[in-house]
């Protein structure tokens, strides 16, 4: 079998690579856990090994999964929260239809219009997911001039 272009010059075959990648992205498993689980099924391959793939396929896998997501559904609601990563505050943007299925998230370093409009701007980019109907939100000042940014050329529909 020969391997595509991505996996040139990798130890491991290109399915044994995915795998793993894909275990660690869709289970709740830590990279030990993973190289646990590799390892039981006879391949030896260390914990730093398994954190190199992820690094260097997540994104790839990423570009080539998106087009495939289901469509989501018109109704959005969209929250925000920080969470701590390396010790600096980030804020965390989440949009999710009606049905609780997540339309995307964004890491941001401040809350502002600026960083709310590029989230929604990454929302309504993306395939999978249709022109909102209603959009459920919180009470923050950055949303309003956000939307307007966004009716004004005509991004968003307006209401």
């Known amino acids: 079998m020969s391997d595509p272009p991505l996996f040139k010059w ?4 290109a399915d044994t690579i995915l795998c793993a990648v894909c275990w660690y992205l869709r289970y ?8 646990e689980i590799m ?5 030896w391959v260390d914990h730093t090994t398994v954190f190199r793939w ?5 994104p790839e896998l990423d570009t080539r999964w998106r087009p495939q997501l289901r469509a989501t559904n018109d109704s959005y609601r969209v929250d925000e929260t ?7 505050w980030y804020y965390l943007y989440r949009a ?7 339309l995307d998230f964004m890491l941001s370093a401040t809350r502002d219009a600026n960083a709310a409009e590029r989230f929604f701007r990454k929302v309504l980019r993306a395939l999978h997911t249709l022109t909102p109907r209603v959009i459920t939100i919180d009470k923050n000042a950055a949303y309003p001039p956000a ?3 966004l009716q004004q050329d005509c991004t968003l529909p307006e209401t």
């Open 10 to 13: 990798r130890h491991f075959q």
């Open 28 to 35: 709740a498993l830590s990279y030990r856990d993973v190289e």
């Open 39 to 43: 390892r039981e099924r006879g391949v």
């Open 54 to 58: 992820v690094q260097r396929y997540a």
């Open 82 to 88: 920080y969470i701590k990563i390396k010790k600096r």
């Open 96 to 102: 999710v239809d009606s049905t609780g299925a997540t």
């Open 147 to 149: 939307f307007d940014a």
